[in-house]
């Protein structure tokens, strides 16, 4: 295997994508060696801009606005006084972009600008004045302009970072705490370092100490792998000094400054905790941990379009078939009114609690999650006439709730915390006229009326009645590769590219299943493979013409591709969209002016099968 390596030079934050060669090749094929390019540039970067969904069933968008506005005007103020920065009456232009004074107050003077970057003058009279101020909150957090439930909250960056804060007496400047990979992100999303992200650090560092805030990121191992090359509890020598990382061999990107927690021992004897609190970060998103709970949920932009396409209505009976951790499953409850039904699937145990906290977080009564591979949804025609007491479940598709059954093996099923949302599914479902023996039915409502959920059994659910939902949402696991910031990418092959594009197809046979005639599938992913979007909606078309792209609102992204590429050694020409077929999909594309995540949708009308229509 070999590696590539695409490079952003900042003057401080010099991060290097590095992507498996074949995939590197194959994707700048598919967008043009300039765009990917491009593309390449903004994952290494936080969107400049964070996306607060509101929860419009419990507080409105003008009271979020209010309050994160203030929230953001007391954090400058908590800054400037770590920092011992206040204004500077210097502001910046990024990216084209001219900043309002606060977005660039936090750095110092001392602080070098970026080069080619220009400086303007801001009147003196504007430095501290509170109305200025107050400004500046209001043009950085605001509602966005065709998703009333959403606010936007604009950040800055990339910032030059002083790191040499106090270096008159010692050439070496701030001691340096290095952490993973996935704690780096993190703190480029605005995040704090925590204990279990701190892979190496300084000597002798103290608790209250200022110290530079360094990533590990794999590199080209020169065996066509990849290493990190630092180890869990490394003492960085003298050598390892920043000044040393500045090269652009480093083996770690500085992201911050910050202050120690804790002193050195303890980051390594601790099992968790704040490490270092981030003082200065080279991008300064807002953090909005612990903030507003339950009134908003932060989310990407393109996820929140997904649930609008779904376009629920109250009432419905819909299912999202990979759920977790709940994010668009608690958007298309709030656009329902918290009316109807959403079943919640997710394949991993843990992640279905996740499911269940969120929604308890969110006050959101009509969502039941539950635990069930996607790939095994459809109940097979045996196990229908088996368990809906022999029923045909197709009947009415609108009636037809889930089908709870096997009793063979409800006996062997020993319930867990996070079932006793199962049992209320049950319940609910058989409150609607869903299909189950009576004698399961009055067990759940005898275990809900007793409340002896925990620890009881169950009978699981084994899957759904073919065309049992109004609305079936496929946000499929996917390479994941237009989330941001990424650090590296060099993790997906030409092969594992493959695989997610099949277990993405076999999904999909199980979805066009569940929706009823006259119903809706929305297919989503995070990732920029067209192997995975426009490929799977061609595979969609062409195996089931009872399918159509549907049109999507809001429209937000642009157009999908069209063509095809011969990926995988000729063996498989994987065809994507056809002509005028573009414009009915939407794909998120994190270079271009909405700054947000790789994201794709395609959204399907569901008519009955041809073979249907001519009975
Ligand atoms: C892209 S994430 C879903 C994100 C979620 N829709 C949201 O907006 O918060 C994909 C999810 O699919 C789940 N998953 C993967 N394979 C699955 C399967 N066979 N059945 C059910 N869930 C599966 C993963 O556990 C993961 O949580």
Redesign the pocket.
Known sequence: MENTTTTLLEPTYRPRLEWNTEVYEYLSKAYGHQHFAQICNALIRPANQSCVRVNTLETTTAEVIRKLRKHLLKKKEVTEEATGNHHTGTTRKEDGVSLPLTQAAAVSSEDILPRQQQQQQVPAAAAGDPKFEERNAAECCFEHELLKNVVLVRGKGPCNINYKIGKEDNESGLKEVVVSRKCGEAVLRGAHVFVPGVLACSGHVERGEMVAVSVAVERPDGAGGWCVGVTRGTTLSSQHANSQFEDTSRSGWFIGTGRAMMTRASLFRETKGVAVEMVDRVFDLPSFNGLLTGDIFLQNLP?VVAAHVLDPKPGERIL??????????TAIAMLMEDKGEIIA????HN?VSDIVRLSEEMKLTCIHAMK????KSVLSESTKIDNCLNQPCNLDPRQSSACLVDKQNAAGSRMRKTEVQTTAALKSSLDKGAYASRAEARKAARRLKTGQNVGEQLPPIKGFCPRSFDRVLL????SALGLRPRLFAGQETLESLRKHSNYQRR?LDQAVQLVRPGGTLVYST?TLNPGENEAVVRYALDTYPFLSLAPQHPRIGGPGLVGGQDVFDGSAFRSWLREGEQHMVQRFDPSGPNDTIGFFIAKFAVDLPLEELAM
């Open positions: 996820s999202d078939m990979c759920a977790a951790p709940g994010g668009k499953t699937l997710d394949r991993s992640k069930m591979d996607a790939l946000d499929a696991p996917c999904m995070c």
